[in-house]
């Protein structure tokens, strides 16, 4: 009777590993679905790869410049989780990000609602690149926020300070979901399945059911 105890405690034990490691990966962090990982520092971090996408003067109620034309202290560095080259051109495989009135000192607008012509932008080497706007990234990345679609101050997104409209951008490999097992959310901002967690979670209870049917058999054959 104490064996029979100790493998369903196994066998259950196996069930809740495969379920916890399903949910982790299915409530993860918005940036390795989304291919980026964003934040505003000094300066960017080369030997990872990040790229500067603009400057803020401070990092809440900020005016914008570019990376160039700015000598701003807070810059807003982007780099891939998933290996993809980066870049800010605008140009090629790209999506603005910003635009601003000037390379310095500068108001922001969206896309949406803005007609500055100094743009910053993400680009990449291979795959593609999408920026939007909205309350909540989802599974994008965040960027930073912005006061309005136009004239615009703006803000970092550590949650302290920030504008209710979001900077939210993704990278994504030609022909393969984010991360090569996730994916990026559709129109109804849902993501999908994370087919190596269910892998997981199927192998594990495999080998439960299997163990199962050789202790069955054994108490049988005893």
Not at 32 to 56: H, P, Q, Y
Not at 119 to 134: D, M, P
Request: hydrophobic share 40%.
């Amino acid at each position: 009777m104490r064996g029979a105890t100790v493998f369903a405690a196994l066998c259950l034990a196996l069930v809740a590993a495969a379920l916890s490691a399903y949910w982790l990966s299915s409530t993860g962090s918005a940036s390795s679905v989304a291919g980026l990982a964003c934040s505003v520092k000094d300066f960017c971090d080369m030997e990872i790869r990040e790229v500067a996408v603009f400057r803020m003067s401070s990092t809440a109620n900020a005016h914008a410049g570019t990376p160039g034309g700015s000598g701003y202290d807070n810059v807003v560095c982007c780099g891939s989780v998933t290996g993809l080259g980066l870049a800010t051109n605008c140009s090629g495989t790209y999506d603005t990000v910003l635009a601003l009135s000037g390379s310095d000192n500068a108001h922001a607008a969206t896309t949406v609602g803005g007609s500055y012509t100094t743009k910053v932008c993400l680009s990449a080497t291979e795959g593609t690149v999408a920026c939007t706007y909205g309350s909540d990234c989802g599974d994008y990345e965040c960027v930073a926020t912005v006061s309005g679609d136009t004239n615009a101050h703006v803000a970092d997104c550590d949650g302290t300070d920030d504008y209710t409209t979001k900077v939210c951008c993704a990278v994504t490999a030609s022909g393969a979901p984010v991360g090569g097992v996730a994916q990026l959310p559709d129109a109804s901002g849902s993501s999908g399945p994370n087919y190596l967690a269910l892998a997981g979670l199927a192998a594990a209870l495999l080998v439960a059911l299997t163990a199962g049917g050789w202790y069955a058999r054994r108490r049988w054959l005893a």
